[in-house]
């Protein structure tokens, strides 16, 4: 079982940035077989996907709430996942957690029940 490591969470004042980074516990994942997604959980809300992005070609998708403020991207060579996050807003708090989904696939999806493997998740706190 695929399971995945997420770092780079912590608190942050309103306006200000973090980049969380997400990789593969014990091995380089192959992100050409793994279509990869970011999904946040605020305390009392459900776990809602914040981007994606494909494993062919590299498409990207995002939550109509954080466009133009984040930023998602592959790192082939360190086989990591990076998702930028620009301009927070304290309505940003969550728990932020990466998923693969394992495939080709051209276009990624944003439904959390199309992932099947987890990260713990990684807290992000914006807060002045």
């Known amino acids: 079982q695929l399971q995945l490591v997420e770092s780079g969470g912590g608190l942050v004042q309103p306006g200000g940035s973090l980049r969380l980074s997400c990789a593969a516990s014990g091995f380089a994942l192959d992100l050409d077989l793994y279509t990869i997604g970011w999904f946040r959980q605020a305390p009392g809300k459900e776990r809602e996907g914040v981007s994606c992005i494909s494993s062919i070609g590299g498409s990207t998708k995002y939550a109509d709430s954080v466009k133009g403020r984040f930023t998602i991207s592959r790192d082939n060579a360190k086989s990591t996942v990076i998702l930028q996050m620009n301009n927070l807003k304290p309505e940003d708090t969550a728990v932020y957690y990466c998923?693969?989904?394992?495939?080709?696939?051209?276009?990624?999806?944003?439904?959390?029940?199309?992932?099947?493997?987890w990260g713990q998740g990684t807290q992000v706190t914006v807060s002045s």
């Open positions: 998923a693969a989904r394992r495939g080709g696939q051209r276009e990624c999806v944003l439904p959390v029940y199309e992932y099947g493997s």
